[in-house]
T-cell receptor
Framework: GDSVTQMEGPVTLSEEAFLTINCTYT??????LFWYVQYPGEGLQLLLK?????DKGSNKGFEATYRKETTSFHLEKGSVQVSDSAVYFC???????????FGTGTLLAVQP | NAGVTQTPKFQVLKTGQSMTLQCAQD?????MYWYRQDPGMGLRLIYY???????DKGEVPNGYNVSRLNKREFSLRLESAAPSQTSVYFC????????????FGNGTRLTVT
């Protein structure tokens, strides 16, 4: 069935460091791909999305490119801030079902 | 601009007790969802409702029932709570369609002792 695999955390970075969180997926058909962010004590917020191959989603300095050939949707940011500390979830929708399927989440901790 | 509203925010139950988690959205979305979040397991879909009047099982439906009361409201019921149902529960809604993102509530933290 459809699934999402993302890198284990926690990821600990210093402020202004470069961030990559890896995400790969397995799906039939052509799913849409999403990154959600969860700040402590809150629900999930959509960070960015891409709906077809080679699309790049971007928001708040974060980017991710839908790579069909490698079935990947890695999240990147050039210079992280302390306020980016949160849990990041990769997810897909579509494929064999129309449900949103999540990876296990990656905790990012940014130190000043 | 309420979005998705869940009640209660926190609840403690004893094993065997029942309760209903409430969820309402004001975005006129057709689809609504219930997820549970457990450490190291991400979010898992319990039930979803693609449109008013329909409900379907997700990945982990055992021990739960749902009601799509109308287009706005989608409730989750635990008939006989078990410690394994200790979790954080999230309700979400979306427009229909594979490219539509889900909008989440702030969650209900449930502890079953």
């Amino acid at each position: 069935g459809d699934s999402v695999t993302q890198m284990e955390g926690p990821v600990t970075l210093s402020e202004e460091a470069f961030l990559t969180i890896n995400c790969t997926y397995t799906a039939t058909g052509y799913p849409s791909l999403f990154w959600y962010v969860q700040y402590p004590g809150e629900g999930l917020q959509l960070l960015l999305k891409a709906t077809k191959a080679d699309d790049k989603g971007s928001n708040k300095g974060f980017e991710a490119t839908y790579r069909k050939e490698t079935t990947s949707f890695h999240l990147e940011k050039g210079s992280v801030q302390v306020s980016d500390s949160a849990v990041y979830f990769c997810a897909l929708k579509g494929g064999a079902t129309n449900k949103l399927i999540f990876g296990t989440g990656t905790l990012l901790a940014v130190q000043p | 601009n309420a979005g998705v509203t869940q009640t209660p925010k926190f609840q403690v139950l004893k094993t065997g007790q029942s309760m209903t988690l409430q969820c309402a959205q004001d975005m006129n979305h057709n689809s609504m969802y219930w997820y549970r979040q457990d450490p190291g397991m991400g979010l898992r879909l319990i039930y979803y409702s693609a449109s008013e009047g329909t409900t379907d099982k997700g990945e982990v439906p055992n021990g739960y029932n749902v009601s799509r009361l109308n287009k706005r409201e989608f409730s989750l019921r635990l008939e006989s709570a078990a410690p394994s149902q200790t979790s954080v529960y999230f309700c979400a809604s979306s427009e229909a369609g594979g490219s539509q993102a889900l909008h989440f509530g702030n969650g209900t933290r449930l502890t079953v002792t």
